[in-house]
């Protein structure tokens, strides 16, 4: 096994040597960190071992074929998203559906241009790298993408952020604990349809704690937003009871809300916009706290 050092590490599993040597040179000259095998069944250990970036492999091995390979990191929880190329020999139309349709990302045959490939490496490394940046729960954007979406308004005028967070979710998943990631996502999945029914295709949507939302909208559209989301979750965890039955155990949760305007700063910086958005946030706690004692 070789390993040579630089920035991305990039795992080659084939078994000629030659070949395995030629790759190496030529990325070594893009600054790739390296690592080979000949041996299919090596690849798990190596990946829970070396962390790399990116799967190039063959599918003709000496032990286990590629495919096998494949599917054996796409059922694995730590390599389940690892960008896996596949570089072979077979051309047929049917081994590369095959290969794809084990859930490599890209399909390469012998020969190739060397320039092509590093194309190829290099595409599916930065599609792996804006997929980490997507929850994987929700399938929002998450916290840095969030952050980064923040930067942006620094010196922008005309944007208002709605901050929407589920409350009394402690209780209720101490409970229903089996039942945290998917009602996270059903959250996501209501914050995300009332977008789509009353917001702007610029709207930007974001999860940035288990039930916690921000979404960067315009002044126009965040007192609708508001309002549908509300409804949107008021009316899911409230069903009607038909038939005398028993209250849903969803019935205690409820929505808080914050709102941050362009008008109420200057920011310096993300983390002092960040702030008040969590100053906001908890501010509508109090107020939902007291209105319910009130009730």
């Not at 390979?69 to 095959?98: G, W, Y």
Request: charged share 30%; proline share 5%; glycine share 6%.
């Amino acid at each position: 096994m070789l390993t040579q050092r630089g920035r991305d590490l990039l795992l080659i599993v084939e078994d000629d040597q030659n070949l395995s040597e030629m790759l190496c040179t030529f990325l070594r000259t893009k600054q790739y960190r390296l690592i080979t095998t000949p041996m299919g069944e090596d690849v798990l250990d190596i990946c829970h071992r070396e962390h790399p970036n990116l799967v190039l492999l063959d599918i003709n091995l000496p032990d286990i074929d590629g495919y096998e390979v494949c599917r054996r990191l796409r059922e694995n929880l730590s390599t389940r998203n690892l960008p896996i190329l596949f570089l072979t020999q077979r051309k047929l139309r049917e081994d590369r559906i095959a290969g794809l349709n084990v859930g490599a990302d890209d399909y390469i045959t012998k020969p190739f241009d060397v320039e092509e490939l590093y194309l190829r490496v290099r595409n599916a490394l930065r599609k792996a790298e804006h997929r980490s940046y997507i929850d994987p729960v929700s399938g929002l954007p998450g916290t840095p993408l969030a952050e980064a979406q923040l930067k942006t308004l620094l010196h922008r005028e005309g944007w208002t952020i709605l901050a929407v967070s589920v409350e009394n979710w402690e209780p209720f998943i101490k409970s229903y604990r089996h039942l945290k990631d998917k009602f996270a996502t059903y959250v996501a999945g209501l914050v995300r349809q009332a977008v789509d029914q009353v917001g702007d295709l610029e709207d930007f949507v974001g999860r940035v704690g288990t039930v916690e939302f921000i979404i960067i909208t315009t002044p126009s559209h965040v007192l609708r937003l508001w309002a549908r989301i509300e409804s949107l979750f008021t009316r899911a965890m409230n069903p009607p009871c038909i038939g005398g039955k028993k209250r849903p155990v969803t019935a205690d949760l409820y929505l808080s809300f914050g709102m941050v305007t362009a008008q109420d700063g200057p920011y310096s910086d993300v983390r002092s916009l960040a702030e008040e958005i969590a100053r906001s946030r908890r501010a509508s706690r109090h107020r939902d706290k007291m209105s319910i004692a009130a009730e």
